[in-house]
C-alpha cells in the first residue's frame, strides 16, 4: 500500500510540476504560419510585370476576395481590373469542363500581346483571351521552339555526343566534330550542377549541356568539366518504402583545402576553322569558375573571377587567341565579396563596386580599365545598380546607410549622374524601399515599409521621386483584430564597447509587461546577410511571431561581422565565424535593462544551417547565458563544409582556428539542453557533421537530443518540415518554459 501512495504522490508532483502547456496557445502561434496568414492578409506588395515599354504593369494581389488581376497604367495614374475574373472563370470551366473559382484562377503568369490580348497556360494548353471583346480561345502559338544549343542566325545546333562537342548545319545538314579530347571526366559542354545527385558509388551524373554562341554565330565558348581527380560526398537514403536496404548516393563537392576538386577549364572554338582554344591559364575550381560573356562584335568575352581564397578578385577579357587582360582588380587582406555590383555599356565602359575605401561605391572605367571616377562616396553602403539611363547619362542605385538618423539597413533609390554629381534621394520615407525601375526610365514601383509599418506600394516618378499614384495598401485589419503586436526594433552597444548594432523583438500579442517571459535568440550570423528582418513583410511571415504566441520573447541581431554596414564592421568575422554570437547576449542583456518582461534566467537559442552552428556554437560558449538550444541542419565543423563559404570567411589554406571554432572540437564544453537535428539527405549541409558532433557529445558524457529525416535534404520541406515546427517548439516549451508539451498533436496550419 504504501508503494501505491508513493507512485500517487509521484504522479501529483510530476502533473503540478510540468503543467499541460495549453492548446489554444499552439492554435494562436499556427495562426501566424505563412499558409495562414495569406488568408489573412491582403496587398502585402506589388510586383510589377512591365508592359508596353514601361508606360504600363500588371501584377497579381491576394485580395479579401481572392486573387486579382491588375492593369496599371503610368500617364493616366489608374489601376483597374486586367479582365473581368468571372467572365474569365465562366469560359473556363464551358470549355475545360471543370469548375474555375473566380477567386482562385489556375494560373499566376500571362503572356501580353499589344495591349489587346493575353496569353497563358494551363493544362498544358495555351489560352488567349480577348480584353476588348472578352473571348477566349486557344492560342495558335508562334513562339519559337526552343532548341538546344541553337546558334542566334538559327543556322546551327550544338550537341554532345561522347563527351565532345559537335555543331549540325541545320541547313545542309552538315555535322562537324569540334573537339576530340572528351571522355568521361574530361567532359565538354557539361556542367556542374550542385544538387546533382549520383545514384550508387560509380553511378552515371545527370546530363548537363552548356554551350555560348558568339553573336555573330561563328563561335562558341563553353567549358570542359574535369573530374578525373575530384571527390565526392556520400549520402544514404533509408526512406524508401519499397526497399529494405538504404541507397548510396554520391555527390561532387570539395571541403576547405581540397584540392581533389572538379576543375573548369574554360574553352573557345572557331565553327568555321574548326578550330579549339582551351584556356588552361583560367582553369579553377568549380566554385571559382570563370563566367564569360560574349562581346557584340564577337571577338572577345569579358568575365569576374576570384582567385581562391577569396582575396583577389579580376574584371578581364579574353581573346579569341586565348590571350588575357586584366580590366581591373580588386584585392583585400580579408576577402572580396563575391556579390559584385556591374553594368556595361553599349561602348564598352563599364561601372563596377569595390569596397576599397571600406565601404561598397561604384567606379565608372572607360573599356580599356581605365578608371573615369567614383561614382558614389561616403560612409554608407550601395546594394544595388537599378538601372543606366545611357540616354540621360543617369545611374540609379539602391543604398543604405546614407540618410542621418535612420536605421542604417532602409535601402533607399538615388540617382546620380555620369559625372559623379547631382545625387537625388528618390525615396523619402524614413522605410525600407525594395524597387523596381521601368525599362524605360521613367517610373519606379516603390514598396515600402517596415516591420512595424504595413507596405504601401507606391508609383513614382525617377525624376524627383513625387508620387504618380499610390498602388496599393496592405490591409491587416484582420491581424489587429486579433491583437497582433508589431515586432519592436531596438539597437544596442556591440562587443567592441562603441559600435551600435540592431535588433528586433517580438511579443506574445497577451503580453503582460508585469510578467517575465523566456527568451529565445533566433540566429542566423553568417557574414554575407543581415537576416533580421528590415520590412513588414519579412518580419511577418517569419518563425517569431509563431514561437512569440507560445509565451516567448523572440529577439533577432545582427552583429559585428555581418553584412550590410561596411567592409571594416563585416571583417570582425573574418577567421572568427565562432564568436557570432557574443553581441547577442550583450543585445539581449541591455533589452533586458530597457524593458520589465525580460526573464534572463530563461534564455534559448535556435538556428538553421549556418544558423544551426551558431546555436550549438553558443550552447557551448556562453553556458551560462544560453540553457536550451535547437541546431537544424549545422556545419559544425567548417573543415567539414563545402568549400566556397568557409574558405571566404574562415580563410585559406586551413589553419588551427578551423580546429578551434569547431563544434565537435568543443563538444565537451555541453552544459544545457541541445536538439540537434538534420536531414540525412542534405547536400547542401553533409549530415556528417552532425553524427560527428553527436559522437563527441557522447565520449564527453553529455545528455542530448538528436534527430534525423530520412528522406529530407537542407530545406525542411512539408510535411516534415511541419512536424519539426511543431518539434521545436515543444522543445522550448518543456525545457525553457518548463510546460508539458501536447504530444502527437498539430494545429491547424501544420496538418
Known amino acids: 500500500m504504501k508503494y501505491l501512495s508513493a507512485i500517487l504522490i509521484c504522479m501529483f508532483f510530476v502533473q503540478e510540476t510540468y503543467a499541460q502547456f495549453p492548446k489554444e496557445k499552439y492554435e494562436k502561434a499556427a495562426y501566424y504560419l505563412t499558409n ?69 484562377l489556375p494560373f499566376d503568369r500571362i503572356r501580353w500581346h499589344e495591349g489587346k490580348k493575353i496569353g497563358f497556360t494551363w493544362r498544358n494548353r495555351d489560352w488567349i483571351y480577348d480584353l476588348e471583346e472578352g473571348n477566349l480561345s486557344f492560342e495558335q502559338s508562334d513562339r519559337k521552339q526552343n532548341v538546344q544549343g541553337l546558334s542566334p542566325d538559327g543556322q546551327w545546333r550544338a550537341y554532345q555526343k561522347n563527351h565532345n562537342v559537335y555543331v549540325e548545319d541545320l541547313i545542309t545538314g552538315e555535322q562537324r566534330q569540334l573537339s576530340f579530347a572528351g571522355k568521361q571526366g574530361f567532359e565538354y559542354a557539361s556542367g556542374y550542377g550542385w544538387s546533382d545527385l549520383i545514384k550508387g558509388e560509380n553511378g552515371p551524373r545527370p546530363e548537363r549541356f552548356f554551350v555560348s554562341w558568339s553573336p555573330d554565330s561563328k563561335k562558341i565558348f563553353t567549358h570542359v568539366v574535369d573530374l578525373r581527380l575530384a571527390e565526392k560526398m556520400f549520402l544514404l537514403d533509408f526512406s524508401q518504402e519499397d526497399k529494405f536496404r538504404p541507397d548510396l548516393y554520391g555527390y561532387y563537392r570539395a571541403s576547405p583545402g581540397d584540392s581533389t576538386v572538379v576543375q573548369l577549364i574554360p574553352v573557345i572554338f572557331d565553327v568555321e576553322e574548326k578550330s579549339e582554344q582551351l ?65 556595361q555599356f553599349q561602348n564598352g565602359d563599364f561601372i563596377i563596386s569595390s569596397e576599397k575605401s571600406g565601404w561598397n561605391h561604384l567606379y565608372h572605367y572607360n573599356s580599356t580599365g581605365r578608371l573615369i571616377r567614383q561614382l558614389t562616396n561616403g560612409e554608407f553602403v550601395v ?158 511571415f517569419n518563425h517569431p511571431q509563431q514561437m512569440a504566441e507560445l509565451g516567448f520573447v523572440v529577439v533577432m541581431v545582427d552583429g559585428l561581422g555581418t553584412a550590410g554596414r561596411g567592409k571594416a564592421f563585416q571583417n570582425h568575422s573574418y577567421k572568427n565565424l565562432g564568436d557570432g554570437t557574443s553581441d547577442h547576449v550583450l543585445a539581449i542583456k541591455q533589452l533586458a535593462e530597457n524593458t520589465t518582461f525580460i526573464d534572463l534566467e530563461k534564455v534559448g537559442i535556435y538556428g538553421h544551417s549556418a544558423g544551426g552552428y551558431d546555436a550549438a556554437r553558443a550552447m557551448l560558449l556562453h553556458p551560462d547565458f544560453y540553457k536550451v538550444g535547437v541546431s537544424s541542419a549545422a556545419d559544425h565543423d567548417h573543415r567539414m563544409e563545402k568549400a566556397w563559404w568557409p574558405e571566404m570567411f574562415m580563410g585559406y589554406p586551413v589553419g588551427d582556428f578551423y580546429h578551434d571554432q569547431s563544434n565537435v572540437s568543443n563538444a565537451a564544453k555541453l552544459e544545457g539542453r541541445l536538439l540537434i537535428a538534420h536531414g540525412a539527405m542534405d547536400e547542401n549541409v553533409n549530415p556528417s557533421a552532425s553524427y560527428k558532433f553527436a559522437e563527441e557529445l557522447i565520449k564527453a558524457g553529455k545528455d542530448f537530443d538528436f534527430f534525423i529525416w530520412p528522406s529530407r535534404d537542407h530545406n525542411f520541406g512539408r510535411p516534415y518540415g511541419d512536424y519539426f515546427t511543431k518539434k521545436r517548439w515543444d522543445y522550448f516549451i518543456e525545457h525553457l518554459m518548463g510546460e508539458q508539451p501536447l504530444r502527437n498533436y498539430l494545429p491547424e496550419g501544420l496538418k
Open 279 to 343: 584556356l588552361n591559364s583560367l582553369k579553377r575550381p568549380n566554385f571559382m569558375s570563370v563566367n564569360l560573356r560574349w562581346q557584340k562584335d564577337s571577338q572577345q568575352l569579358r568575365g569576374i573571377y576570384l582567385e581562391r581564397g577569396f582575396k583577389k578578385l579580376h574584371f578581364l577579357e579574353v581573346s579569341l587567341d586565348g590571350s588575357l587582360r586584366d580590366l581591373f582588380t580588386d584585392e583585400e587582406e580579408t576577402f572580396v565579396n563575391r556579390d559584385v555590383l556591374f553594368h
Open 36 to 104: 495562414n496568414l495569406e488568408k489573412e492578409v491582403f496587398h502585402l506588395e506589388v510586383k510589377p510585370n512591365w508592359v508596353e515599354k514601361g508606360s504600363k504593369f500588371w501584377h497579381v494581389a491576394q485580395t479579401a476576395e481572392g486573387k486579382r488581376f491588375y492593369l496599371t497604367d503610368v500617364q493616366d495614374a489608374k489601376t483597374t481590373p486586367l479582365f473581368d475574373h468571372r467572365r474569365m472563370a465562366d469560359l473556363l470551366s464551358e470549355q475545360s469542363g471543370e469548375d474555375v473559382d473566380p477567386a482562385d
Open 383 to 540: 546594394n544595388k545598380i537599378s538601372g543606366v539611363d545611357e540616354k540621360k547619362q543617369l545611374v540609379f542605385f539602391e543604398a543604405s546607410g546614407k540618410e542621418q538618423g535612420r536605421n542604417p539597413y532602409y535601402n533607399h533609390l538615388y540617382a546620380v549622374k555620369l559625372d559623379g554629381t547631382g545625387v537625388k534621394l528618390l525615396t523619402p520615407e524614413n522605410a525600407f524601399h525594395e524597387i523596381d525601375l521601368a525599362p524605360d526610365f521613367k517610373s519606379f514601383l516603390d514598396n515600402y515599409s517596415r516591420p512595424d509599418a504595413p507596405t504601401v506600394s507606391a508609383l513614382r516618378s525617377t525624376n524627383d521621386g513625387d508620387l504618380i499614384k499610390e498602388v496599393s495598401r496592405a490591409d491587416v485589419s484582420n491581424l489587429l483584430n486579433r491583437g497582433y503586436k508589431f515586432p519592436d526594433s531596438f539597437s544596442a552597444t556591440a562587443k567592441d564597447g562603441k559600435t551600435e548594432i540592431y535588433g528586433l523583438y517580438f511579443v506574445p500579442s497577451d503580453i503582460d509587461p508585469g510578467k517575465k517571459y523566456p527568451v529565445i535568440d533566433y540566429t542566423y550570423t553568417g557574414p554575407h546577410t543581415a537576416v533580421t528582418p528590415k520590412t513588414f513583410k519579412s518580419a511577418l
